[in-house]
């Protein structure tokens, strides 16, 4: 019978090398799948040594974010809720440092970053709320369709310049209240590529923008919405505005809908059904350029509130109201 002979030295290499595969097979056990793969992703040698390729990576459940600063400027950078903060996974752009606070600390080298969400997130509610030192937010990948909520998620990102959402995925969000609320530097929002199909709230979604100068909203579907209170809520620099393919059957709020929108001139609401509406107080309330309104209130049972509803817009404006 022919032996092998190992060294000394190898034996006690190679037993190194079982315990060691072992306990981090039983650390890799214990931790979730999305994690897992995240830190192979970084560490070659780690697929290696436990045999794992790379591409058992879950692309299609990967969303990443990179995010510039304002100069000199650091404030809240991001919120994470309580339960689900051990999901989020944030990565400086070149050392893939990881941040384990809600806040940035101040760095002044650091001018971008990139973040990277796991799946187990359903909800982006307040993601980047009063992130007022972010001036750029480009989602470059977003390959999940998990998410339902994106309520405030942009809200008060009174810096926020320029934001890219055309890799976006809507297709299950039910709430965009104040989605963009208090986006006051942002001159462009480019939503083409929006589902919206199972939105039914949408009260104060562009509210306090005021240096958007237009706004394509032709492929909203607002079929479910009941509320659009302040939607568009002192949207001072809008001229012109286009909602002939809004549904409002459902609708039953739309007070302060069109608020302190001073440069808009005309407003052709005549395909609006006010048929479930019980609100519409201050809803055209200093609209002060307004020179011509198209509206139908139908016959209903309910008693609508129209308190202050012209307030501010009456000199110059001809309206047609009724069917």
């Known amino acids: 019978m022919n032996h092998i002979n190992i060294s000394k030295r190898e034996q006690t290499k190679y037993l190194d090398n079982l315990k ?6 039983k650390i890799i056990s214990l931790m979730k799948i999305n994690r897992i793969l995240q830190i192979m992703k970084y560490n070659k040698k780690l697929q290696k040594r436990l045999n794992i390729s790379i591409n058992d990576y879950k692309e299609c459940s990967k969303i990443e974010i990179e995010v510039k600063f304002s100069d000199n400027k650091y404030g809240k950078f991001i919120n994470i809720f309580h339960k689900e903060k051990e999901y989020y996974h944030i990565y400086f752009d070149n050392s893939k440092e990881e941040i384990k606070r809600n806040y ?3 760095n002044e080298k650091v001018k971008i970053i990139k973040i990277i969400i796991d799946d187990q997130i359903k909800s982006f509610a307040g993601l980047f709320k009063d992130c007022d030192c972010v001036n750029s937010i480009f989602f470059t990948k977003f390959y999940r369709n998990n998410i339902i909520n994106m309520s405030y998620m942009f809200s008060g990102c009174s810096a926020l310049k320029e934001l890219n959402l055309s890799n976006f995925n809507t297709n299950k969000i039910t709430n965009m209240s104040n989605m963009f609320s208090g986006c006051s530097a942002l001159k462009e ?5 929006f589902n ?18 237009e706004l394509n909203l032709s492929n909203f579907n607002t079929n479910n919405v009941t509320n659009m209170s302040y939607m568009f809520y002192r949207c001072s620099s809008l001229k012109e505005l286009n909602l002939s393919s809004f549904n409002t059957n459902n609708v039953t709020n739309m007070s302060w809908m069109f608020h302190g929108c001073y440069s808009l001139k005309e407003l052709n609401l005549s395909n609006f059904n006010t048929n479930n509406v019980t609100n519409m107080n201050y ?3 200093g609209c002060s350029s307004l020179e011509e309104l198209k509206l139908n209130i139908l016959k209903t049972n309910n008693e609508i509130n129209m308190v202050g509803m012209f307030s501010g817009c009456l000199n110059k404006l001809k309206y047609k109201l009724g069917k």
């Not at 060691?20 to 097979?25: A, D, E, R, T, V």
């Not at 929002?189 to 590529?193: G, V």
């Open 283 to 285: 809803i055209f309330c």
């Open 189 to 193: 929002l480019n939503l083409s590529n």
């Open 196 to 213: 919206t199909n199972k939105i039914t709230n949408m009260s104060n979604m562009f509210c306090g923008c005021s240096a958007l100068k």
């Open 104 to 106: 940035l600390e101040y």
């Open 20 to 25: 060691s595969n072992f306990m981090l097979k």
